[in-house]
């Protein structure tokens, strides 16, 4: 998934781009930590203080602007 964030940043997507297509901060917080930082579901949600359910959902959003964001709808 590293390589996925690099391509968003070659592709010249900036994170401001990203910013106001995220559902706020914590989809930015949950999908870095899953994806960027390799935490399992269980630890993103122990690490947001939310239940694995909610993680998942945030996860979900943000992985949706990223997927919008390169073109992949």
Do not use: P
Request: glycine fraction near 8%; charged fraction near 35%; aromatic fraction near 6%.
């Amino acid at each position: 998934m590293r390589g996925l964030f690099r391509r968003l940043l070659d592709e010249g997507t900036r994170g401001a781009d990203l910013e106001r297509d995220w559902s706020g901060v914590n989809a930015r917080i949950a999908w870095t930590l899953r994806y960027l930082e390799e935490e399992r579901i269980e630890d993103v949600a122990r690490l947001c203080g939310c239940s694995k359910r909610t993680a998942k959902r945030w996860i979900a959003r943000a992985q949706q602007a990223v997927k919008e964001a390169l073109g992949h709808d």
